[in-house]
């Protein structure tokens, strides 16, 4: 449901997503991944041929097995040089992946964490928001994108595998998190610390443009125009049933700041944090009762429109591109 | 004699499963697959409990299980084909005061959604 042209899901390789890295900071930790992968059936490796040597072996070789010098060597000196070196060697390689890198000159957001979905605010050079969005972060591709981490409530950890490492989301603190994608495509990400009832269920999307399809992503992001038709309708009905309470649709009255603002919602890939296709079906399934799809979530389910409203409803919120 | 009469009847049972039903069943079960994978991507599931879709299984619509043998569709039309498939694009056309929407999808999506929902056979 974008006016761009359709990006492909990158989620195209039968690779787990931690050893599918798709950009700078995310590739350090699939090179140590794969490597504790493969340092892992080395030893499983070694184990088998000890225990097949202890069971099936001469007399001589399972003599040679049981003496002190091997228990010396390998449960004591390997582990500790193995071990060790896998330490330093680990952190050296993750310490690129800190705030140290941050050079200033990288595009700035912030996500603050809320339960059970995301805050998106794009930020100027000297950090002042510039626009509002949720559950879904647009970047370009091949630069660094700096992000502000931040929790409203609980803790929450923000999460796109295929771009970087996992970083806590802290109530009270803001952390900060580099990211970069380095090929076009929509990363999925996900809410890696448990944050209570529908924490599986907090989702995220990050896409990313080809710089000039970014440009144009970025000049878009005037609200829509007035609804017509049906989604006339669908917009009196959202500002007289309560929703703008807690909803902002910039360029209407509502202005509601409790849930997600939906000035954009027509346009993104998903619903309900990363979770369901959008389309007018399920955006109307999830305000006539997002608790079946969403147990726990804020928004409590609608039941008192009838067919026509629930679309006429469904209808304006698919027309806010 | 016998010998022709075994001949004939082996005939007779290979032409049964004549290749052109083989060819038939081949393309029925490839457009189910379709349809359950358009139901998936569209996700149908967020009003419907769709048989073999664990999640997201919703409650505003009916559940489709074993919708094949159900004689109406919304209560209100008889349970054909082809008015299934104009149904799954665009049920206010066909039911007016309807809470489903339409749904944008091609029209091979709609014949294929429309042949999965006819393979749920619960009889």
Redesign the interface.
């Given at each position: 449901m974008s006016p761009e042209a359709p990006i492909p899901a990158s989620t195209a390789s039968w690779l787990p997503v931690i050893l599918d890295s798709a950009g700078p900071f995310s590739q350090p930790v699939t090179t140590l991944a794969w490597v504790i992968f493969t340092g892992g059936f080395v030893i499983l490796g070694i184990v088998i041929a000890a225990l097949t040597i202890a069971l099936f072996g001469s007399p001589r070789l399972k003599a040679r097995l049981g003496g002190e010098k091997a228990i010396w060597i390998g449960g004591f000196a390997f582990p500790v040089v193995v071990l060790t070196i896998l330490l330093i060697w680990g952190l050296w390689l993750t310490s690129h992946l800190s705030a140290q890198r941050i050079t200033g000159d990288e595009m700035r957001v912030r996500v603050i964490g809320e339960m059970w979905w995301w805050r998106v605010h794009y930020l100027d050079e000297n950090g002042r928001e510039t626009f509002r969005d949720a559950n879904e972060l647009h970047i370009p591709v091949g630069q660094p994108v700096l992000l502000d981490l931040q929790a409203a409530d609980v803790i929450h950890s923000f999460w796109v595998p295929r771009l970087a490492g996992k970083m806590d989301m802290i109530p009270g603190r803001t952390n900060r998190l580099l990211i970069q994608a380095d090929a076009p495509g929509v990363y999925h990400g996900q809410c890696a610390e448990y944050c209570g009832g529908p924490h599986a269920l907090m989702g995220f999307v990050v896409v990313a443009h080809a710089p000039e399809d970014f440009a144009r992503w970025q000049a878009a992001r005037a609200p829509a125009p007035a609804a017509q038709g049906s989604a006339a309708r669908g917009a009196d009905l959202f500002m007289s049933s309560g929703c703008a309470a807690c909803h902002t649709i910039r360029g209407s009255p509502a202005d509601g700041l409790a849930g997600p603002d939906l000035t954009h919602v027509g346009s993104r890939r998903s619903?309900g944090a990363g979770?369901?296709?959008n389309?007018?079906?399920?955006?109307?399934?999830?305000i006539?009762?997002s608790q079946?799809?969403k147990p726990g979530n804020r928004m409590p389910a609608y039941h008192q429109?009838?067919?026509?409203e629930?679309?006429a409803l469904?209808?304006y919120l698919a027309s806010r591109q | 004699m016998l010998r022709t009469g075994v001949i004939g009847v082996i005939a007779i049972s290979l032409n049964a499963c004549s290749p052109t039903e083989l060819q038939h069943e081949r393309v029925d079960a490839a457009s189910v697959r379709k349809g359950r994978e358009a139901v998936e991507r569209l996700g149908c599931g967020a009003c419907h409990d769709l048989p073999g879709i664990a999640w997201p299984s919703g409650r505003v619509g009916p559940s489709l299980h074993g919708f094949a043998n159900r004689a109406m569709i919304a209560g209100q039309l008889p349970n054909r084909p082809d008015i299934l498939a104009r149904f799954v694009r665009d049920a206010p056309a066909l039911v007016p005061g309807t809470a489903m929407p339409e749904i944008e999808m091609t029209l091979e999506e709609a014949d294929a959604i429309t042949a999965w929902l006819q393979s749920l056979d619960e009889s």
């Amino acid at each position: 449901m974008s006016p761009e042209a359709p990006i492909p899901a990158s989620t195209a390789s039968w690779l787990p997503v931690i050893l599918d890295s798709a950009g700078p900071f995310s590739q350090p930790v699939t090179t140590l991944a794969w490597v504790i992968f493969t340092g892992g059936f080395v030893i499983l490796g070694i184990v088998i041929a000890a225990l097949t040597i202890a069971l099936f072996g001469s007399p001589r070789l399972k003599a040679r097995l049981g003496g002190e010098k091997a228990i010396w060597i390998g449960g004591f000196a390997f582990p500790v040089v193995v071990l060790t070196i896998l330490l330093i060697w680990g952190l050296w390689l993750t310490s690129h992946l800190s705030a140290q890198r941050i050079t200033g000159d990288e595009m700035r957001v912030r996500v603050i964490g809320e339960m059970w979905w995301w805050r998106v605010h794009y930020l100027d050079e000297n950090g002042r928001e510039t626009f509002r969005d949720a559950n879904e972060l647009h970047i370009p591709v091949g630069q660094p994108v700096l992000l502000d981490l931040q929790a409203a409530d609980v803790i929450h950890s923000f999460w796109v595998p295929r771009l970087a490492g996992k970083m806590d989301m802290i109530p009270g603190r803001t952390n900060r998190l580099l990211i970069q994608a380095d090929a076009p495509g929509v990363y999925h990400g996900q809410c890696a610390e448990y944050c209570g009832g529908p924490h599986a269920l907090m989702g995220f999307v990050v896409v990313a443009h080809a710089p000039e399809d970014f440009a144009r992503w970025q000049a878009a992001r005037a609200p829509a125009p007035a609804a017509q038709g049906s989604a006339a309708r669908g917009a009196d009905l959202f500002m007289s049933s309560g929703c703008a309470a807690c909803h902002t649709i910039r360029g209407s009255p509502a202005d509601g700041l409790a849930g997600p603002d939906l000035t954009h919602v027509g346009s993104r890939r998903s619903l309900g944090a990363g979770i369901l296709p959008n389309n007018k079906g399920t955006l109307a399934g999830w305000i006539a009762d997002s608790q079946a799809l969403k147990p726990g979530n804020r928004m409590p389910a609608y039941h008192q429109f009838d067919g026509e409203e629930l679309r006429a409803l469904a209808d304006y919120l698919a027309s806010r591109q | 004699m016998l010998r022709t009469g075994v001949i004939g009847v082996i005939a007779i049972s290979l032409n049964a499963c004549s290749p052109t039903e083989l060819q038939h069943e081949r393309v029925d079960a490839a457009s189910v697959r379709k349809g359950r994978e358009a139901v998936e991507r569209l996700g149908c599931g967020a009003c419907h409990d769709l048989p073999g879709i664990a999640w997201p299984s919703g409650r505003v619509g009916p559940s489709l299980h074993g919708f094949a043998n159900r004689a109406m569709i919304a209560g209100q039309l008889p349970n054909r084909p082809d008015i299934l498939a104009r149904f799954v694009r665009d049920a206010p056309a066909l039911v007016p005061g309807t809470a489903m929407p339409e749904i944008e999808m091609t029209l091979e999506e709609a014949d294929a959604i429309t042949a999965w929902l006819q393979s749920l056979d619960e009889s």
